[in-house]
């Protein structure tokens, strides 16, 4: 019965895959195991008393509006109180740039749609985000994954590796990045790099697309302007999302484009969803107009700051000499790299964590090609205080397990992200 429908699936829903964190999730719900895996924000940090009461007053004073189909760009106060804070950021725009959207995962879904035919090349960072990875494969793109260090993408061997598939015939579209606090690697791209990945797409007519869902939460060190800052030719599609400073069940985002690439890409939302819900919309608008977006992210990065920090402290104090990992001065993850002599298979271990009661999301899923077996993700921002330490103390045990089976101690450097 599981090929029953096979042959009716298009070729596109034939090649694709389901998300290894999503599927992951389904086997940790379980109360007693402490979950590194998903990337979620905290429940403590839901403005649940704001919310209320704004939609409270949205029902007694708009409903009408509210409830209502909304145009397929968005409500307009709200595409003008985001462009508003891009240009906080030093991103030039206005609201007939910016698309709200459900969620910053729905924009990759239409950037994918709109320009990536059949072989066409979307560059990414080797790890890199997997529903990104997916979204783009799922239009039957195909992905080049690059190097990456503690400083984000190497421009140098970017540069080098789009010559090489420009001279061998690869139609390239875009350069896909998350240069602040990376999912999963957890590291941030300095300045020159960001000017670095501009100079790139201009000398090879590239788009770049910027995914930074993650910059509003730094706990230490500088604020970097986005690359989209420093993009003078429109080239930059920049997305963002509510749902790490206001709450993930909103599924409201936004992005920031030239403005033919906006109208090109609400065409294709028009025909995706109509419209991105109008009555969570309107809740994001008051958050912001209310002055609580504001006064709320300070309380959400002294949270999840704090749960960092015990996180490091519990890997330097648990983990084995021999484990090196990130150390990110923001975001929600950390990425943690095993001694490897070819053995040792995060997702294979993933198994005994999960008798542990620990669990994890596995290197592998963040590349193309399967590398990053040694490689895991952990998320710090959900799990309690208490059941951090306790978790990287199971999760401690489990890798030193792993490592007398695997009896040699040589570290393969599948992934140099400066770990």
Known sequence: MGDKWEELFSHRAQQMKASDIRE?????QQHDIISFAGGLPNPLAFPTKEIGEITQDILNNDAANALQYGPTEGIKPLRQKIAERMQKKGIECDE?????TTGSQQILDLVSKVFLNRKD????SAPSYLAGLSAFMSYEGKVEQTP????????????ERIHSIHRH???????????TFHNPAGVTMPEKRRKDVIDIAKDYDLLIVEDDPYSELR???TELKPIKAFDDEGRVIYTSTFSKILTPGLRVGWSVADPEITRKIVIAKQATDLCTS???QYIAYEYMARGYIDKHIPKIKELYGRKMRIMLDAMKKYFPKSVKWTEPEGGMFIWASLPN?????TREMLKEALVEKVAYVPGTGFYVDGSGKNCMRLNFTHPEDNDIVTGIKRLAKVIEDELTKSKEYKFLDTAPIGV
């Open 24 to 28: 992951l999730l389904k086997l940790v």
């Open 96 to 100: 007939s740039q910016v698309i709200v």
């Open 121 to 124: 090349i979307a560059i990414a």
């Open 148 to 159: 990456m260090d503690s400083q984000g993408m190497l421009t140098d061997v970017l540069r």
């Open 169 to 179: 015939g690869g139609n390239i579209k875009f350069i896909y990045v998350l240069p």
């Open 219 to 221: 706990y230490t060190g």
């Open 278 to 280: 109008t009555f969570n």
């Open 341 to 345: 002599a070819g053995k040792i298979d």
